[in-house]
């Protein structure tokens, strides 16, 4: 009986199976492909049994999406953006959440089309609105389609699952990628540690990037998967306490070799946040601020050696010039006015920046600011959009108490003061945390008064 109601879904396993011996047998040098044959086929079950609402495929689909959202698989030329493999297996991902959100669109578009919604559902209208005058519409669109996706994908599970559930795979997604990053690290150090260029010479800096492509990226993964495994700890130590500490200790180890100082201190910053201001110990934060006042009165004296200090190039001008970022932020703002209202199209600062390198002073792809970067691509309106709809779900966060919707909310705008956070091109970590935010309060049933919906923190 269980084989016949899974008919169609062997049926597609084995002609997966087929296709990819006939591609061996016409082709020997495929081979490599062939031994994926195994996991497209499992991603295909996986993908069946999700579409037909099964909680345990659903879960595993929300771990291979969470993987594949930041991985890097070989490196690029800088501006390379054609279609290889890596990308044809994002964009696979990312048709098969977005098919299984669609396909179920019942359990939450009813949840999600709400008035308080409206401001971050039109901004996310305007994103594919406006990779349509991009330079490279296909691959703006691509972007945009895979912001879009994750957003509905998460409104469905948090419609259908637990939502601890959901982000115990997220969190064991995070903690594997980071696994195979440190392996990677000592393994293969010309792929697994950041590469720079300083005067027309390679480094391999002591920086890990791992399969995230670089140390900036591996850092927001790291940082984002400890977010979640802080706010939800106690809930994932009543699975396994060892689990738990393991997956803390990888993701913090992760997080410190990719020396990503921005990551770490937003990190700090919001679980600082949450806990000691939750538990009304206010004198902690007091004593905190009094006690780096003071260190920094001490150091004052010694004036540019202390700032040297901070740098990693012992350079103060790292520093004053927040490693070249005022330079950019400039250029963004001046290239920002000749397409004020609709902007030069989503995703294209890859293409657009480049082109004005000289007014920049180097080679960059983005703002290197959330704010400037949405002004740059979608320009005003999109700019608006996204503030009204941040705003709007920020109030409905805080009227209910909900510490979970403002941490996320947090995350990607702290990492938006110096990076272009979830809206460069690609949707990736901050995108996903932009996904959650907007989507996780809307699972809330209107009649449901039940004080547990609150998301507050033993």
Not at 377 to 394: D, H, K, P, R, Y
């Amino acid at each position: 009986m269980m084989l016949a109601s899974n008919a169609p879904l062997w049926f597609l396993a084995g002609a997966t199976a087929l296709v990819m011996a006939a591609l061996i047998v016409a082709e020997p040098s495929l081979v490599i492909a062939g031994a994926a044959a195994p996991a497209i086929i499992a991603v295909t079950m996986v993908s069946w049994s999700a579409l037909r609402e099964k909680r345990v495929a659903t879960l595993a689909l929300v771990f291979i999406a969470i993987f594949m959202i930041d991985i890097v698989f070989r490196v690029r030329d800088y501006q390379d953006k054609g279609v290889d493999f890596q990308v044809v297996l994002k964009l696979a991902v990312w048709a098969l959440i977005g098919l299984v959100a669609i396909v179920h669109m019942r359990r939450w578009l009813g949840r999600v089309l709400i008035p308080s919604n409206i401001p971050w559902i039109m901004f996310l209208i305007w994103l594919p609105i406006t990779a349509i005058a991009s330079p490279v519409p296909a691959y703006s669109l691509v972007s945009a389609a895979s912001i879009v996706a994750y957003t509905i994908f998460c409104a469905y599970v948090f419609s259908v699952l637990n939502h601890v559930d959901v982000f115990g795979a997220m969190v064991a997604s995070i903690a594997l990628f980071c696994v195979i990053s440190i392996v990677l690290y000592f393994a293969v150090p010309e792929f697994g540690r950041y590469v720079y260029w300083l005067n027309e010479q390679r480094y391999v800096s002591s920086r890990l990037s791992g399969a995230a492509g670089s140390a900036n990226n591996m850092g927001r993964f790291a940082a984002f998967g400890l977010l979640l495994l802080g706010l939800y700890a106690r809930e994932f130590s009543a699975y396994s306490r060892r689990l738990t500490l393991f997956a803390a200790l990888i993701m913090s180890a992760a997080l410190v070799m990719t020396n990503s100082r921005t990551s770490m201190a937003m990190l700090a910053a919001i679980l600082f946040s949450v806990y000691a201001l939750r538990w009304k110990r206010l004198y902690i934060g007091a004593f905190i601020v009094s006690a780096i006042v003071i260190f920094a009165a001490l150091l004052l004296p010694v004036g540019d050696e202390a700032i040297k200090l901070i740098s990693r190039s012992g350079n103060m001008e790292e520093i004053t010039s927040m490693t070249g970022r005022t330079d950019i932020w400039y250029a963004v703002m001046k290239l920002a006015e000749e397409e004020p209202v609709m902007g030069h199209g989503y995703g294209s600062s890859i293409v657009v920046l480049p082109q004005h390198e000289r007014e920049v002073g180097f080679l960059t792809s983005h703002a290197h600011n959330l704010i400037l970067q949405l002004l740059l691509t979608t320009g005003w309106t999109g700019v608006i959009l996204f503030c009204m709809g941040v705003l709007s779900v920020a109030t409905r966060a805080l009227i209910h108490n909900d510490r979970v919707v403002l941490s996320l909310l947090a995350f990607v705008f702290l990492n938006g003061v110096t990076e272009s956070s979830g809206f460069t091109t690609l949707a990736n970590a901050c995108s996903l945390a932009f996904a959650i935010a907007v989507t996780l309060p809307s699972t809330r049933s209107e009649n449901d008064d039940n004080p547990a919906y609150q998301r507050r923190f033993s």
